[in-house]
Nanobody, 128 residues
């Protein structure tokens, strides 16, 4: 069974940093567009960052632009989300996901329903 496994979440003070990792088991995702999503209590899951298969193209939602960086190491079959200058409003469960869409389609649609593979999520809590 194909799974994505996130790690690196935890409790951090406002202004701090965390790095999340996402590693699949069961197959390689080196040709897939990968995304990081988050879901805060009482809110819908939202897309926050995308990266194409080579890492040469990325997308960020405005609320994390300039603070978060998505990257990937295809040799290690791992995707990362470096989160700096964390704020209490960043508190959420963070998920990684993979889509078989082309980069152009994924970046244009940013449709959560197009992501076929998901991880179980990792909790990030930012205290004020």
């Amino acid at each position: 069974q194909v799974q994505l496994v996130e790690s690196g979440g935890g409790l951090v003070q406002a202004g701090g940093s965390l790095r999340l990792s996402c590693a699949p088991s069961g197959r390689t995702f080196s040709s897939y567009v990968m995304g990081w999503f988050r879901q805060a209590p009482g809110k819908e899951r939202e897309l926050i960052a995308l990266i194409n298969w080579s890492g040469s193209s990325t997308y960020y939602v405005d609320s994390v632009k300039g603070r978060f960086t998505i990257s990937r190491d295809n040799a290690k079959n791992t995707v990362y989300l470096q989160m700096n200058s964390l704020k209490p409003e960043d508190t959420a469960i963070y998920y990684c996901a993979a889509t078989g869409q082309t980069w152009a389609a994924a970046a244009r649609s940013r449709n959560i329903r197009e992501y076929q593979y998901w991880g179980q999520g990792t909790q990030v809590t930012v205290s004020s």
